[in-house]
């Protein structure tokens, strides 16, 4: 059996768990691993917008490729911390929600694997639950691997 199996990766232990997982369940199908990372820039508040304390301007080419060098590096160390050194997986780092990320993903995979903080009660619903919602939309199966930090 072959296929894609897409697996979100945001550098928590939760996410590395899944990762792992995935990567083992690849190995097992034969099938190709695709990790994304996805990060969402939020710029400043400009000076003056009512309501808002005010911010210098900034560079806001060199800020937002600041934030995607960030980003890729957060997601390089994860997956080698995850996996070694020499891994044999397909890396997206897509900016946007990382739920809707995911989602997108898996109207072309087979599977869709997600890290769960183990979160429950008041702490999910204040913080949000990305394994929620790509559980609860995803166009494929979605494994949610649980992992308490």
Known sequence: MSGTIVVGVDGSAASREALRWAADEAG???????????????????????????????????QLEAEQEAASADFDAAIADAL????FVEKRLLEGDAGEVLVAAS??????????????????????????HVVDRAKCPVVVVKAFE
């Open 28 to 62: 097992l199908r034969g099938a190709q691993l695709v990790a994304i990372h996805a990060w969402d820039y939020v710029p400043m508040t400009p000076i003056g917008d009512p309501g808002m304390v005010p911010m210098p301007a900034v560079d806001f080419p060199r």
């Open 84 to 87: 070694g050194a020499e891994p």
């Open 107 to 132: 109207a072309d995979a087979n599977l869709v694997v997600v890290g769960s903080h183990g979160r429950s009660g008041i702490k999910a619903a204040l913080l949000g639950s990305v394994s929620r």
